[in-house]
C-alpha cells in the first residue's frame, strides 16, 4: 500500500515536470518522519493526496524560487517549534512507547535543525539546491 502511494505520487511527479523537486523533498519528509511518526488517515486515498500535495507542492514551490532564505529558515523554525509541540505522533496500529518518546522528539528537533543548517547554507536561496546544474 505504502510502495503504491509512493509509485502515484513519483508518477504525477515526473508527468508535472517535477521529479527531481519532488525526490528532494520526498526524502526530507521521509528523513523527519523516521524520528516524528505521523498522522495516520482513515483512509489510504486521503492519505495519497495530503502525501502528494506535501511532497509535490512543496516541488511545485521549490521550482518557483518564491521564498527567500530566512524565510525558509522561519518556516523550519516553526516547525521546529511544532516538533517540540506534537512529535513525535503514533497510530492505534503503531503505538510510540513512553520511554521513547523524548528521545524521539529530540532526534525530531535535531532533524530539522540539521535542515536548517544546511538550508541556510545554499548561496541565493533554499531551494537553490533545485537549479539545473547547481552541485551544492
Known sequence: DNLLKMVCIIIVAALTGLLRETLIVFIGFGVLRLSAGGRHMDRSSTCLLLSGLITIGGGFLARLHILARWECIIALLVSCIVASVYAPSGTVNNPIHEKYKKVLKVRSIVTIG???????????????????????
Open 114 to 136: 540539521i535542515f536548517v543548517i544546511l538550508f541556510a547554507r545554499v548561496k541565493n536561496s533554499l531551494y537553490g539546491i533545485f537549479l539545473p546544474g547547481n552541485t551544492y
